[in-house]
T-cell receptor, first 113, second 109 residues
Framework: IAGITQAPTSQILAAGRRMTLRCTQD?????MYWYRQDLGLGLRLIHY???????GKGEVPDGYSVSRANTDDFPLTLASAVPSQTSVYFCASSHDETGHGYTFGSGTRLTVV | GQNIDQPTEMTATEGAIVQINCTYQ??????LFWYQQHAGEAPTFLSYNVLDGLEEKGRFSSFLSRSKGYSYLLLKELQMKDSASYLC??????????FGAGTTVTVRA
């Protein structure tokens, strides 16, 4: 079934640890995105990639890094997790940067303690 | 920066109509999206407007006024399964989607 797969579904992480959230899509979408969703704040863009080999910073990029080595994968790395990074993380993709065909993954619930 | 405003909560009765308003201010404008998100799940696409006017899709309709920076989502013949959060999102000139905080709609029997 075509779509976006995120892993893990949930994770409890000790502060200071490194963590990579995985995101894979099989729709051959060019653009991919990482959002965090916090109560009362809605979805906020962390990083994005308009095409393989390129990435850009979103609204809240500090403490996060991404890479886009190929079309399908867009991992998000927290180099040294802090409690304020406790959130639900959604990966999304679209046909291109115009936003059409925007599809979200099922999310990763991360708790940093 | 981008600014998307929508009400926090709305409550309505099964079978009724509810209108969720959204105002937006973005760096340029390339369209307005509405998403539905059930608790613990991913957002799912509902509608897209780029021209002024009303787009109807079954029980859901979405309206856009570009000159007023205003949109609404109309939910008709409400069903219990419509209880969810509804997210308004505006696409700016650099093709980034900015989301509102979401409106939680509770449908009561």
């Amino acid at each position: 079934i075509a779509g976006i797969t995120q892993a893990p579904t949930s994770q409890i992480l000790a502060a200071g640890r490194r963590m990579t959230l995985r995101c894979t899509q099989d729709m051959r979408h060019n653009a991919m995105y990482w959002y965090r969703q916090d109560l009362g704040l809605g979805l906020r863009l962390i990083h994005y990639s308009n095409t393989a080999g390129t990435t850009g910073k979103g609204e809240v990029p500090d403490g996060y890094s991404v890479s886009r080595a190929n079309t399908d994968d867009f991992p998000l790395t927290l180099a040294s997790a802090v409690p304020s990074q406790t959130s639900v993380y959604f990966c999304a993709s679209s046909h291109d940067e115009t936003g059409h065909g925007y599809t979200f993954g099922s999310g990763t619930r991360l708790t940093v303690v | 920066g981008q600014n998307i405003d929508q009400p926090t909560e709305m409550t309505a009765t099964e079978g009724a109509i509810v209108q969720i308003n959204c105002t937006y201010q973005t760096s340029g404008f390339n369209g307005l999206f509405w998403y539905q998100q059930h608790a613990g799940e991913a957002p799912t696409f509902l509608s897209y407007n780029v021209l002024d006017g009303l787009e109807e899709k079954g029980r859901f309709s979405s309206f856009l006024s570009r000159s007023k920076g205003y949109s609404y989502l109309l939910l008709k013949e409400l069903q219990m399964k419509d209880s969810a959060s509804y997210l308004c999102a505006a696409l700016s000139n650099d093709y980034k989607l900015s989301f509102g905080a979401g409106t939680t709609v509770t449908v009561r029997a």
